[in-house]
């Protein structure tokens, strides 16, 4: 059966262009790392692929979220603890105070120590985070929770601002975890505590006259009320952390699989790449070898 010269050509530069789409594509897959190049490659392939992707950013986005909202808890853990402690120390004033062998001069200098823890707690209960929003202020977080207009009777210059709403924020798929407290209890336990720097610093006053026993005693009934529901607050923050921190630990396994299982399918083998690139150009050379050695020959070489 005979060729002729221009079926030859035809086949032998197909032949040729295949060689080289294989090894263009190879080189491509080396030079990317990536075993699929494009959908057509693997159609379900690329379709696992894309579903882990997927999957992997949502599980990115959940541990961001995490990461932000320990942050946020753990800056009003550290406020309500700081709290926590003035409280505990204007309780030990009060207690030492209703000591009825205390002189009007005694109270009067304890009254400038419960002044500055006043002014602290007010301080503490206004707090705000990196981003200029208040901590304590439910959903109102641009609101100062704790205001004080100075003029109002003793008594009733402190009053809460904010609201008992709760910031929330995703943390996994239709799991939603708070962000916030609430501090609203500090406004009534600040007038107490203004009533009773009113009273200690009354020259001459008696702290075994009933009415100001019955104040001082109901001013450390507030403290105490109060540090009792922070400490609450603050255990159910610390239990947050402990839920975010497990819940962290799933998603950084969920992770972990997600990236081994897209090596497995996506990521191209350069062991076995170099082995068909080394095949694919021996026989590219060989291709264009034998192309070159055919076309010198001529009938006229066999008469």
Do not use: C
Request: charged share 20%; hydrophobic share 35%; glycine share 8%.
């Amino acid at each position: 059966m005979r060729i002729s010269t221009t079926q030859y050509h035809s086949t032998m530069s197909s032949t040729l262009q295949t060689a080289s789409s294989r090894l263009e594509t190879i080189m491509q897959q080396m030079s990317t790392g990536k075993k699929l190049l494009r959908p057509s490659d693997d159609p379900i392939t690329d379709v696992r692929l894309s579903r882990l992707n997927r999957e992997e950013a949502a599980v990115k986005q959940y541990r961001d979220n995490i990461g932000a909202l320990k942050v946020r808890l753990r800056q009003n853990e550290t406020s309500l603890d700081s709290m926590n402690a003035d409280l505990q120390d204007a309780r030990d004033l009060m207690v030492w105070a209703l000591d009825g062998s205390n002189t009007s001069e005694d109270v009067a200098a304890m009254s400038a120590s419960l002044k500055a823890i006043g002014d602290s707690l007010f301080y503490g209960a206004n707090a705000k985070d990196q981003e200029g929003r208040y901590l304590f202020s439910g959903t109102k977080t641009a609101t100062q929770p704790i205001a004080y207009d100075p003029t109002q009777p003793v008594g009733t210059r402190y009053s809460y601002q904010g609201n008992l709403g709760q910031q929330q924020v995703v943390v996994g798929n239709g799991v939603t975890q708070d962000v916030n407290v609430t501090v609203q209890e500090m406004a009534g336990t600040l007038n107490q505590l203004d009533q009773a720097v009113g009273l200690l610093a009354t020259p001459g006053v008696s702290v075994n006259d009933p009415a100001t026993r019955a104040q001082l005693t109901a001013t450390l009934g507030a403290i105490d009320d109060t540090k009792a529901k922070f400490g609450s607050k603050i255990a159910h923050l610390g239990g947050m952390q402990n839920i975010l921190e497990t819940l962290d630990g799933n998603f950084a396994n969920v992770s972990l699989s997600n990236q081994q299982a897209l090596i497995d399918l996506g990521q191209l083998d350069y062991g076995d790449a170099v082995i068909k690139l080394n095949g694919y150009t021996e026989a590219a050379q060989a291709t264009q070898k034998a192309y070159a050695r055919v076309s010198q020959l001529s009938l006229f070489d066999a008469i």
